[in-house]
C-alpha cells in the first residue's frame, strides 16, 4: 500500500524568485497537508549527502554547488498516495517536459535549477524527512 507522506524542497532557484509562497499555494490547493516546515540552507558537503546517489551522475558537483547557493524551504507532505501524487503535481525534471500546470512548468528555470524537489519513493520520504527534521519537529 502506498504511504501518506512525502518530502519535498523548494529549491534556491524559486525561494530567490520571491515564488515559494505562490508553490506552498499549488500544493495545500491539490491537498497536500504540511506537517513540518523550515527555511534553511545547504551547505556543499550536506547537498552531496541528500544527493548522494546522484555522485556518479556528470551533474552531481554542479548540483551540489547549486543547492547550497541559497536558502530552501523544506517541508514533509501529507496526502493519500503523497509520493505519486506530488511527483505529478511538480512534473518532469526538465522543466521543457513537464506537463503544463505543474509546479516545474509555471516556476523552473532549467533541468538544474527546477524549482522543487519531490521524494521518489516511499522509503526515501522517510530518509529525507529524517534528513533534516529531528524527532521533536515531526510531531504532527
Ligand atoms: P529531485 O530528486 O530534485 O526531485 P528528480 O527526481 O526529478 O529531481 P533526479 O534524477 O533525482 O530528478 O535529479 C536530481 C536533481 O539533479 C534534479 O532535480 C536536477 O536539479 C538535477 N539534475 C538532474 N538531471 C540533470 C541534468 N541532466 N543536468 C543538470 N542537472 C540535473
Ligand atoms: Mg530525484
Redesign the pocket.
Known sequence: MAGNRTFTMIKPDAFEAGNSGAILKMIEEAGFKIVAMKATRLTPELAGKF?EV?KERP?YK??CAYMSSGPIIAAILEKDNAVEDFRKLIGA?NPEQAAEGTIRKIFAKS??A?AV??S?SDENAAIEGNFYFSQLERVL
Open positions: 544527493y546522484h551533474f554542479d548540483l525534471t533541468i538544474e527546477n524537489h519531490g521518489d
